[in-house]
Nanobody, 123 residues
Framework: QVQLVESGGGLAQAGDSLRLSCVVS???????VGWFRQVPGKEREFIAG????????YYADSVKGRFTISRDDAKNTIDLQMNSLKPEDTAKYYC?????????????????WGQGTQVSVSS
């Protein structure tokens, strides 16, 4: 059974940093991971993705230069380092995984999802 568990969300002030972690279990083949976020009433949006071996990373324009995705396969953990946080980064953040080599940007490209972790940034 595949499970993804996010952690690291919380309250922050504008300019602060937070680090989200996603622990993946139950996948034995090469997989990619994406981080998404969603605010009430809006679609879930792609913000970062990492390839199966960590060699390729992709970001939404809204977070490029501020967020960094990384993976530690020895720990089955994919992190999202979020720097220079802005109030508009407030959302529920989800990690997602699927078998493959490169991370899709569409939500329907992923088979497995975590339960999400809330990030709230005040001005």
């Amino acid at each position: 059974q595949v499970q993804l568990v996010e952690s690291g969300g919380g309250l922050a002030q504008a300019g602060d940093s937070l680090r989200l972690s996603c622990v993946v279990s139950g996948i034995s083949k090469s997989y990619v991971v994406g981080w998404f976020r969603q605010v009430p009433g809006k679609e879930r949006e792609f913000i970062a993705g990492i390839s199966w071996n960590g060699s390729s990373r992709y970001y939404a324009d809204s977070v490029k230069g501020r967020f960094t995705i990384s993976r530690d396969d020895a720990k089955n953990t994919i992190d999202l380092q979020m720097n220079s946080l802005k109030p508009e980064d407030t959302a529920k953040y989800y990690c997602a995984a699927s078998l493959g080599l490169l991370p899709p940007r569409r939500t329907d490209g992923y088979d497995y999802w975590g339960q999400g972790t809330q990030v709230s940034v005040s001005s």
